[in-house]
């Protein structure tokens, strides 16, 4: 069984030493021209979906130094300046907010999917347990009215 909790939001980040280095990219074509930091996982490498006021999302392939699939590993990379990084908001939120990364892009949605959606998961039976319908209720109560992230 599943509930859709929220959208899920990316954005793409960098240093302000890389933005002083190389630029700030203004619209999506432009990251051809800069370090993109991807996260390689088991689909393949990932590729950068943008739309901008609700139009389609239209795909990106990045390219750069460095690909991975440890989120921690390429957000150290971004912070120490070896290019930009697309991750959940609340995965970069800290970073943001400590001013060693900064948004970019941020006239555009960024996703590295067509669906962006935070769901909840569980076993499908006809009666669930207090601990899962507590902890349901719990994720329902962080990330449903007011997104967590919007609390960052």
Known sequence: MARI???????????????????T????EELAAHQCLAYKGVTGQQRWF??????DWTPYSVKG?????HADTLTQA????????????????EAVRNGTLVPVLGAYQVSNSLEPQIA????????????????????VEC??????????
Do not use: C
């Not at 990219?25 to 999506?28: I, R």
């Not at 971004?78 to 939120?93: H, I, K, R, T, Y």
């Open 25 to 28: 990219p203004q619209h999506p």
């Open 50 to 55: 943008f739309r901008k006021d609700q139009q």
């Open 5 to 23: 909790l929220a959208p899920h939001r990316f954005q793409v980040t960098a240093s302000p030493a890389y933005l002083e280095r190389h630029g």
């Open 65 to 69: 130094p460095i690909t991975g699939n």
């Open 120 to 139: 909840v998961l569980w076993p499908g039976s006809r009666r669930l347990s207090v601990k899962v319908r507590t902890v349901i209720d719990f994720y």
């Open 78 to 93: 971004a912070e120490q300046g070896l290019g930009l990084v697309m991750f959940p908001s609340w995965l970069m939120g």
């Open 143 to 152: 990330f449903g009215a007011v997104p967590y992230w919007d609390r960052l």
